[in-house]
């Protein structure tokens, strides 16, 4: 549990932090430029070769992806139903669908299940979640992304661009770029010095997101704000595992499997997926919020998701 511990640790000194007058308001921007930059492409590389299909996981890896699909549709409902802007449903759109399904997700099932367990929580955070940040987030962002970082280090917003303009922003996007080569790097070993390398640079990652997310976190949102806060807390937390539970039973499918993609389903906000959206510029504050509460509710949630599991 050392890894939740750290978590709320890095959470509490970005919070912390934001009072000190020698970290200047863009400590998130510069933090998250590195993490998109450097540190997420060092993960991307360092877990993409690692990916293993077998027929008989199947289901922890479809789940994420059938998750995704419905999630957002729902989204796209509800941002219509209750007028949130286009910022707020495409950060909803990055950051609901994907959970923290490795960094959290891996030692929560370790505690609560099991090592034997953790098998098939790779498979749904590496055939699934990791996948989905390194194309569906990343290209989302690169679409409809409304901050860019000018020469100045400051945020700023961007211009409409063509579809050949958009395109290109796609195929130059870091996290994406470090997919491509990932894949193509599968079947062949990095040199020690490189592994370390990637190891090192990946393992920045939590730290300087969740410092970026603590230092952006705020416990009083506008009132154009609540409704996608409460709408995505409730939804990440609690309907999507419930949807998973669902699906098994109606399907009658049981075991490990099912239960490790209910667990994972249940995970707070993937990190990644937050900077990926407030690097765009999608809604900051929003986003920090949903990552920093959602964290912080799941000390309870998830508890009570692994009780409930182990009854079925």
């Given at each position: 549990m050392d890894n939740f511990i750290l978590i709320l640790i890095y959470l509490s000194l970005g919070f912390a932090m934001r009072r000190v007058p020698k970290f200047p308001t863009e400590t998130p921007v510069v933090l998250n430029t590195f993490v998109m930059y450097v540190a997420l492409p060092a993960l991307v590389l360092q877990k993409i070769p690692a990916l293993h299909f077998s027929w008989d996981l199947l289901i922890p890896a479809l789940v994420p992806w059938i998750l995704l699909l419905l999630v957002s549709a729902l989204i796209l409902v509800l941002g219509r139903l209750l007028h949130w802007s286009r910022d707020i449903i495409v950060a909803l759109l990055i950051v609901l669908p994907l959970g923290n399904t490795s960094f959290l997700g891996f030692p929560m099932i370790e505690a609560l299940f099991g090592g034997d367990w953790l098998p098939y929580a790779m498979i749904y955070d590496q055939v699934g979640s990791f996948v989905a940040l390194a194309t569906w987030s990343t290209i989302l962002a690169?679409?409809?992304?409304?901050?860019?970082?000018?020469?100045?280090?400051?945020?700023?917003?961007?211009?409409?661009?063509?579809?050949?303009?958009?395109?290109?922003?796609?195929?130059?996007?870091?996290?994406?770029?470090?997919?491509?080569?990932?894949?193509?790097?599968?079947?062949?070993?990095?040199?020690?010095?490189?592994?370390?390398?990637?190891?090192?640079?990946?393992?920045?990652?939590?730290?300087?997101?969740?410092?970026?997310?603590?230092?952006?976190?705020?416990?009083?949102?506008?009132?154009?704000?609540?409704?996608?806060?409460?709408?995505?807390?409730?939804?990440?937390?609690?309907?999507?595992?419930?949807?998973?539970?669902?699906?098994?039973?109606?399907?009658?499918?049981?075991?490990?499997?099912?239960?490790?993609?209910?667990?994972?389903?249940?995970?707070?906000?993937?990190?990644?997926?937050?900077?990926?959206?407030?690097?765009?510029?999608?809604?900051?504050?929003?986003?920090?919020?949903?990552?920093?509460?959602?964290?912080?509710?799941?000390?309870?949630?998830?508890p009570i998701w692994a009780w409930l599991l182990h009854q079925l």
């Amino acid at each position: 549990m050392d890894n939740f511990i750290l978590i709320l640790i890095y959470l509490s000194l970005g919070f912390a932090m934001r009072r000190v007058p020698k970290f200047p308001t863009e400590t998130p921007v510069v933090l998250n430029t590195f993490v998109m930059y450097v540190a997420l492409p060092a993960l991307v590389l360092q877990k993409i070769p690692a990916l293993h299909f077998s027929w008989d996981l199947l289901i922890p890896a479809l789940v994420p992806w059938i998750l995704l699909l419905l999630v957002s549709a729902l989204i796209l409902v509800l941002g219509r139903l209750l007028h949130w802007s286009r910022d707020i449903i495409v950060a909803l759109l990055i950051v609901l669908p994907l959970g923290n399904t490795s960094f959290l997700g891996f030692p929560m099932i370790e505690a609560l299940f099991g090592g034997d367990w953790l098998p098939y929580a790779m498979i749904y955070d590496q055939v699934g979640s990791f996948v989905a940040l390194a194309t569906w987030s990343t290209i989302l962002a690169a679409l409809y992304g409304t901050a860019q970082i000018g020469p100045d280090g400051r945020s700023q917003t961007a211009q409409k661009v063509s579809a050949a303009a958009m395109a290109m922003r796609i195929l130059t996007f870091p996290p994406f770029l470090a997919l491509l080569a990932g894949l193509l790097l599968k079947s062949w070993t990095y040199p020690p010095l490189l592994q370390t390398t990637l190891d090192n640079l990946a393992g920045t990652l939590v730290p300087l997101i969740m410092f970026a997310v603590g230092f952006q976190l705020k416990f009083s949102l506008a009132g154009e704000r609540l409704s996608p806060l409460l709408s995505g807390l409730g939804i990440k937390l609690l309907l999507m595992p419930l949807l998973v539970l669902a699906g098994a039973l109606l399907l009658g499918l049981s075991g490990k499997a099912v239960q490790v993609s209910v667990f994972e389903a249940a995970m707070p906000p993937m990190i990644s997926a937050g900077a990926i959206a407030m690097m765009a510029g999608l809604a900051p504050r929003l986003v920090a919020a949903l990552v920093g509460f959602g964290l912080l509710l799941s000390f309870i949630t998830l508890p009570i998701w692994a009780w409930l599991l182990h009854q079925l």
